[in-house]
């Protein structure tokens, strides 16, 4: 049961592993966290730049038995920062950059309970007010195991009999 409980905090814990890694490679300038619970309550004024992490799905394989599926988990890293190619106050907060960063801080890096990451795509999303947004997929593959591995069978009657009529 308690193995149970562990995997139930995988999402949180490569969400908070992702966090911590990109932490070690972008500036410090950056505003670097998961993506917060209420985003309409979330200020980006005083930031120069912010790059914010969430689990964004998985998708499974067809199982091989009954107990196992692969699972593709995918994240999102969110960037928001101020100049494009350069020009900034701070050239490392340009978004080209910091996509090479990204990549090099999530590329075939691997956390605990999973293979290793691997870029799944990067794109421009938004540009209003001199901000840049930018989303970058990442992913990476472990097993799902089922939580019930005795599938009971169906039984037949034990007693053949009949009534006569």
């Not at 979330?42 to 912010?50: E, L, N, Q, S, T």
């Not at 196992?68 to 994240?75: G, H, I």
């Not at 799944?120 to 970058?136: C, E, F, L, N």
Request: aromatic share 10%; hydrophobic share 40%.
């Amino acid at each position: 049961m308690t193995d149970l409980i562990l995997k139930t905090d995988l999402l949180s814990n490569l969400e908070s592993g992702l966090v911590e890694r990109l932490k070690v490679f972008l500036p410090s300038p950056y505003y670097i966290a998961p993506f917060p619970n209420e985003p309409e309550q979330f200020d980006m004024a005083r930031m120069k730049a912010v790059c914010l992490v969430h689990y964004s799905g998985s998708r499974y394989s067809k199982p091989t038995d009954q107990i196992r599926q692969v699972r593709e988990l995918q994240f999102t890293l969110a960037l928001y920062v101020y100049a494009l190619r350069g020009g900034a106050e701070d050239e490392r907060l340009a978004a080209y950059g910091t996509i090479e960063l990204i990549r090099k801080a999530a590329q075939n890096v691997r956390l605990d309970g999973c293979k290793p990451f691997y870029l799944v795509s990067d794109q421009m999303v938004g540009q209003q007010a001199g901000r840049w947004d930018w989303q970058i997929d990442i992913a990476c593959e472990t097993v799902a195991v089922a939580a019930e591995h005795n599938i009971p069978r169906p039984r037949y009657p034990l007693n053949s009999a009949r009534q006569e009529d």
